[in-house]
């Protein structure tokens, strides 16, 4: 499983971005017999990514190249064809040299996927905030769902518990960029806090009067509660956009029943 | 949320809205139009990890009435292997709405049924109470003087009363079934939801039964007296009463022969089933204690799409009160004209729509320029039509009854067309501003109407000042309006110019109002042009034959051919083909009989093709994909049948 990638650059004027998606027979020394043809050819790479984790035996191999204007390439594919290596080679030219994608559409875990700017989700919680009743709680669930949902996802690779959740949902956050996570929980009481020391909410938020992450507590409650096979509740005190200096999440066990106490969302930690 | 629903259900106080699937969208208590008080209801059926929700994309459905009745059987089908068979009715006396839910597995299913309501009582999202009453079986919600209740048989073993939508995310009773274990939860406030639950434990092949019971009431006392009252009352008893009730309905209606056409002879049990369905339809869709009608019941509650449908239009009720009463139902038209007397504007108009109660509804044809006048003209052609179907000395009752009103509708009228054609105004589509040749039409007919009632109420100057009023709207609008080169009507002046955009509308010179005659031979050329060019212009070819859309750039729902206009159109070219039939019984099987005969029975099965699985008429077909789009069962469509189908059996 690997991520489908798009480029976004700005490309010299006066050349051309070329793009070649290259599959091979995977050896130590593919990738380098590539790169080295690239070399001595002088196809200059700006920009590239592999793959041979989906299938170990036949590698993906994708290269940006920036080149002169009008320079043929065709010679270079019939010699890249020509290693031992290589099983097939596609290229193009991409005219605006500004976005370029080898793949569509995105995918993660196996599901659709798509790059959004985090100003583009805020706009929604944004909208979401000034005109929907309760739209505190919505971001909340939706948050849980996407949790729970990831949780599920995960166990397609991994083994999930309360001793690895926190560690995964650490490297989550960081490799999707929604934050850089420090907790401190007490595993066996599942009580503590998660800090997250630079939220995209706030990020493209920044500063309100109430805090704006209760989409992330609601994914942190979604995936502990998923992960662990227990109910948490997880409600932010701190918040980057209200001032603080990072957005702080309490955890703690869901009681076991509602009662009028709780409607006091102040009583709820 | 917009949902469209397959199948309606009801009593006098209880109109029920549901999909293809049996979930609940509408539960209207105690109007047709206020209030509604389900957002979601639905089983699901949990086995070992997983909640199998009964509108899943893994069921396939069926769902059809069963004959005669405002009876539902849904039939669902998982890939599993399980069935659900549930069978929907109201009760014959009380607001409840009972659902038997029949479970059935191909092999051992040992799990949960739950039964799961997103109600919000009194249409309020919040402010809600619920409680459960574990000595009595009863979950109750509530709201000021609206109360909801839950009862089951068996009585349900748990339950969750809990938030739908806040924090304390882990109360919300769709969380708290995925776990497969209610918790119990006695009591809550605000915006709320709740399941109840029962071990389910079933061999293959063998079936588990439960009753869902959903009453409503104005009190809690009334709500527990309902639910008591009907303790005794066994699901087959209740469901004989219903069926009995129905047929009872329908055994008052005018009987149909509907001799065979050459070619259509295996149509006949589908158009009594069409009629039937129109008439049980139409029963429901009408508030008996006020006398007016819902034109759809309400599916676009935040008008995202349109601008509502669970209102009273004039014009649509006075259409559907005489369809019913040339069905052999003329206690409608009493009720509703009642009810016209008491909502008639100080002016003499009718409002654009009305609740049901008499209030105006939310409108954006609050001024004279943006009223609707075809609405009186409507209203006082449909009064002239009941009128002229009593006997002598009910006509007198009736006209001392209600000359006031016609009096102040018609001197309206006059009012409002000073030079022969009328003000301003919005179009019956209340979709353009201007003058237009249906609104002239409907004018023309209400004061031809409210004339000849005057004639009879021996006020000859008033009615010989009305007929020449209406002769003079006819004659301007054949003048200035008619298109002698392309042979139809314009639709109107907008913009201090002419609009020749054909537009089905124009029908209505002919039927309903008879400002044409089809017994002028002149006239009669002139009808036949209006249709075949509606014919050759407005045509979409969808379902094995055509619908016809409205007008050519209409944008509204994406620009489908319309059931009203489909209809509107077999219903002139029937009319067409009765007039003939009449003039010259020796030429009955001629070309142009046959023609129109045939041709309206085209689009008569078009209409049907165009129906809900269950056999709902819509407003509009998809016109991709041949379903039912919009509005769904549109009162106006369903009146329309039953006069398509009593023309289509006088030719016979």
């Not at chain 2, 399980?82 to 109201?90: T, Y």
Request: hydrophobic content about 40%; some cysteine.
């Amino acid at each position: 499983m690997v991520r489908d990638l798009c480029m976004f650059s700005k490309a010299d004027k006066e050349a051309e971005v070329i793009w070649f998606k290259i599959a091979y027979r995977n050896t130590v020394h593919s990738e380098a017999d590539i790169s080295s043809l690239f070399a001595e050819k002088g196809l200059d790479m700006r920009f590239a990514y592999l793959d041979s984790l989906e299938n170990p035996s036949i590698g993906k191999y994708v290269i940006f190249t920036e080149v002169e204007k009008g320079r043929d390439v065709s010679s270079v594919v019939t010699e890249l064809k020509g290693l031992d290596v290589v099983l097939d080679v596609e290229y193009g030219t991409s005219r605006n040299q500004v976005m370029q994608s080898v793949e569509f559409p995105l995918s993660l875990f196996g599901e659709r996927a798509i790059i959004l700017r985090a100003r583009t989700f805020v706009d929604i919680l944004r909208i979401v905030n000034e005109h929907v009743p309760q739209a505190e709680g919505i971001q909340m669930h939706t948050g849980i769902r996407s949790g729970t949902a990831a949780v599920r996802l995960l166990r397609e690779f991994i083994d999930i518990d309360e001793n690895n959740c926190f560690d995964l949902l650490k490297e989550l956050f960081m490799a999707s960029g929604w934050g850089l996570l420090e907790y401190d929980i007490d595993i066996r009481s599942l009580t503590g806090s998660i800090r997250n020391r630079d939220c995209f909410i706030y990020d493209a938020y920044k500063e309100n009067e109430f805090p704006v992450c209760a989409y992330i507590s609601g994914f942190f409650a979604g995936f502990i509660s998923e992960a662990t096979k227990r109910t948490v509740q997880v409600q932010e005190v701190q918040c980057m956009a209200t001032g603080d200096t990072f957005c702080e999440h309490l955890l703690s066990p869901a009681p076991g029943s509602t009662g009028a106490e709780h409607i006091l969302k102040g009583e709820l930690t | 949320m917009i949902r469209q629903p397959n199948s309606i259900l009801g009593n006098r106080q209880l109109l029920v809205t549901m999909g293809k699937k049996g979930e609940l969208f509408g539960f209207f208590y105690p109007g047709r139009d206020f209030a509604q008080h389900i957002e979601e209801s639905q089983a699901c059926l949990y086995e070992g990890n997983r909640l199998i929700w009964s509108n899943d994309h893994e069921w396939h459905a069926s769902q059809r009435y069963v004959e005669n009745s405002n009876i539902v059987n849904t039939e669902l089908v998982h890939q599993c292997g399980l069935r659900m068979h549930i069978q929907d009715l109201v009760h014959t006396d009380q607001p409840i709405l009972v659902r038997n839910y029949r479970i059935s597995p191909s092999r051992k299913f040992q799990g949960k049924f739950f039964y799961y309501s997103n109600l919000q009582v009194g249409e309020m999202q919040k402010k809600n109470s619920a409680f459960c009453d574990r000595d009595s079986g009863l979950l109750v919600q509530y709201w000021k003087d609206f109360h909801i209740g839950i009862s089951s048989r068996p009585v349900f073993e748990e339950w969750q009363i809990g938030k739908a939508l806040d924090t304390v995310w882990w109360t919300n009773a769709k969380y708290d079934m995925e776990n497969g274990k209610l918790q119990n939860n006695l009591e809550d406030i605000g915006n709320i939801n709740n399941a109840i639950g029962w071990e389910l434990d079933i061999d293959a092949d063998s079936t588990a039964e439960i009753t869902i019971l959903i009453c409503a009431a104005s009190t809690r006392q009334l709500l527990y007296r309902s639910i008591r009252d009907i303790r005794n009352e066994t699901v087959e008893s209740m469901f004989d009463q219903t069926y009995e009730s129905g047929l009872k309905w329908l055994s008052r209606k005018r009987p149909l022969e509907l001799k065979g056409f050459p070619g259509f002879e295996f149509v006949k049990l589908e158009l009594t089933e069409a009629f039937n369905r129109s008439l049980l339809a139409l029963g429901i869709l009408n508030d008996p204690t006020r006398g007016t009608f819902v034109a759809a019941p309400e599916f676009d509650h935040d008008f995202e799409k349109s601008g509502g449908y669970g209102y009273c239009w004039n014009r649509d009720s006075s259409e559907i009160v005489i369809a019913l009463l040339d069905s052999g139902y003329p206690e409608y038209c009493e009720r509703f004209f009642s009810w016209c007397k008491k909502t008639q504007l100080p002016d003499g108009s009718w409002f654009q729509r009305y609740w049901l109660d008499g209030n105006a509804g939310s409108s954006w044809g609050n001024f004279s320029f943006s009223t609707q006048i075809d609405e009186t003209g409507s209203t006082l052609f449909a009064m002239e039509k009941y009128y002229g179907s009593l006997e002598p000395i009910l006509k007198k009752e009736f006209l001392d009854n209600i000359w006031g009103t016609i009096l102040s509708a018609a001197e309206y009228l006059m009012r409002r067309t000073p030079g022969g054609m009328h003000e301003p105004c919005i179009c019956l589509w209340e979709t353009h501003q201007g003058v237009f040749t249906y609104t002239n039409a409907a004018i023309y007919g209400g004061l031809m109407g409210a004339s000849r009632m005057a004639m009879d109420h021996n006020e000859t100057e008033l009615a010989n000042w009305w007929r020449e009023r209406a002769e003079l709207i006819k004659e301007q609008t054949i003048e200035r309006f008619w298109l002698p080169d392309e042979g139809y009507f314009a639709r109107g002046i907008r913009h201090g110019s002419i609009d020749k955009e054909i537009d089905a509308s124009i029908l209505g010179t002919f039927m309903p109002f008879n400002m044409l005659s089809a017994e002028d031979e002149k006239e009669r050329e002139m009808i036949h042009s209006i249709i075949s060019n509606l014919e050759s212009r407005l045509r979409v070819p969808v379902n094995r034959y055509y619908g016809i859309r409205r007008y050519e750039k209409d944008t509204y729902i994406d620009g489908n051919p319309w059931t009203v206009t489909t209809l509107w159109l077999s219903k002139a070219m029937l009319s067409l083909a009765g007039s003939m039939k009449e003039r010259d019984e020796g030429t009955k099987k001629s070309g142009e009989w046959k023609t129109m005969a045939t041709g309206a029975l085209e689009y008569i099965l078009w209409s049907l093709r165009g129906t809900t699985c269950a056999g709902m008429l819509p407003e509009q077909v998809n016109k991709y994909t041949g379903r039912p789009a919009w509005a769904i069962p549109l009162s106006w469509s369903c009146a329309l049948m039953l006069q398509n189908i009593i023309l289509l059996d006088g030719l016979g």
